[in-house]
């Protein structure tokens, strides 16, 4: 049998319990890491157990929690490291849409709750998270973007806004760890098949997009110890146009 890839890993997923979450949680756990799932909904979460468990898989560490509570971002740092003194993988994976329409009619707390996040959660999770990735061996962060964080799309404000900016705090991390074990790197999914994408594209038949399922290995090899590249933006539908099922770094 082949080694599994993340054996022994910590990592932390945000957004679990749906969609690429989802995809990512079982994937990791096939690969034997010790998975750190957050997701607002408690109930998503424990079915989510439920189905790891089930296939044999160590339990997941579960942590019900709104990100937009940065003072519990803190907590779980802390948690982290009384239990496992280091993090080996970040996935910011939680995101919102937000409300599509012209950028000078957003009401302000939406563009507010959108930033917060998109944008301000993940960066409270690198600052809390920090000093557990510089002490893993080979620390990894994933940060799941949008081709609308750098390239303009009318009525995508405010979710392109909180994509482009945080593009350049991933961009800049990456170069501050330049000399360190971590790696920082972007994923742009493309279009896929999450409850995101149905309510952006309302008119879309589910079934004409991929599955969340087939990216996992794009994250999985920037997730991995063996990962060289830092401060990417891999585009997941030029990969798989490509025939890349299999991403070589």
């Known amino acids: 049998m082949a080694d599994k890839i993340l054996e022994g890993r910590v990592a932390l997923i945000t957004g679990a319990s749906r969609g690429i979450g989802r995809a990512l949680a079982q994937c990791f756990a096939e690969q034997g890491a010790h998975l750190i799932l957050t997701a607002r909904t408690q109930g998503a979460l424990e079915e989510l157990d439920d189905e790891l468990r089930g296939q044999g898989f160590q339990a997941p560490t579960l942590v019900p929690c709104d990100l937009t509570d940065f003072d519990t971002i803190d907590k779980i740092g802390g948690a982290i490291y009384e239990r496992f003194k280091k993090l080996d993988v970040l996935i910011g994976n939680a995101g919102t849409l937000?409300?599509?329409?012209?950028?000078?009619?957003?009401?302000?707390?939406?563009?507010?709750?959108?930033?917060?996040?998109?944008?301000?959660?993940?960066?409270?999770?690198?600052r809390s998270m920090d000093p557990l990735l510089k002490a893993s061996d080979a620390g990894r962060v994933v940060f799941a973007t949008s081709s609308v964080g750098h390239q303009p799309r009318a009525y995508w404000g405010t979710y392109a806004v909180s994509k482009a900016a945080l593009e350049m705090v991933a961009g800049i991390y990456a170069q501050e760890c330049a000399k360190t074990n971590v790696k920082v790197n972007l994923i742009n999914p493309g279009?896929?098949?999450?409850?995101?994408?149905?309510?952006?594209?309302?008119?879309?038949?589910?079934?004409?997009?991929?599955?969340?399922?087939?990216?996992?290995?794009?994250?999985?090899?920037?997730?991995?110890?063996a990962c060289t590249v830092s401060g990417t933006l891999v585009e997941a539908e030029q990969e798989l146009q490509a025939g890349h099922t299999t991403y070589s770094l």
Not at 191 to 219: S, W, Y
């Open 98 to 126: 937000g409300t599509l329409a012209p950028i000078t009619h957003i009401d302000p707390k939406e563009w507010q709750r959108v930033l917060d996040i998109n944008l301000t959660a993940n960066w409270r999770l690198l």
């Open 191 to 225: 279009a896929t098949r999450t409850d995101m994408r149905a309510i952006a594209m309302p008119g879309e038949v589910p079934e004409t997009v991929k599955a969340p399922e087939t990216i996992n290995h794009l994250f999985l090899e920037l997730a991995s110890p």
